[in-house]
Nanobody
């Protein structure tokens, strides 16, 4: 399995930006399905974005479309989540996840799709 370490979280005001990083080790992410999930206090973990099929496809949950961008640097073995226009509703612990499975099309992310997880990085947005 691949080991994942997230970084880049922090506290920002509403409307601000953050870029999360997910550094992978132990295995290449180039052929994997990579995703970001988030979990707010008292809520279930939610799939936010994914990049898959050799970086040719992406998925975003409706609430972040147009504001978040997922990308992957195979040379750095790192996945990024650029978050712009942050809102208080984006406050959560953000987790990176990796799957060996390939998908033709992702219509919704589920935790059971991913075997490897990072420890998370906290994002707090104040209004």
């Amino acid at each position: 399995q691949v080991q994942l370490v997230e970084s880049g979280g922090g506290s920002v005001q509403a409307g601000g930006s953050l870029r999360l990083s997910c550094a992978a080790s132990g295995n290449s992410v180039s052929r994997k399905t990579m995703a970001w999930f988030r979990q707010a206090p008292g809520k279930e973990r939610e799939g936010v974005a994914a990049i898959y099929d050799g970086r040719t496809k992406t998925y975003y949950v409706d609430s972040v479309k147009g504001r978040f961008t997922i990308s992957q640097d195979n040379a750095e073995n790192t996945v990024y989540l650029q978050m712009n226009g942050l809102q208080s509703a984006d406050t959560a612990m953000y987790y990176c996840a990796a799957s060996e499975m390939g998908y033709l099309k992702i219509v919704k992310l589920a935790e059971r799709m991913f075997a490897s997880w990072g420890q998370g990085t906290q994002v707090t947005v104040s209004s």
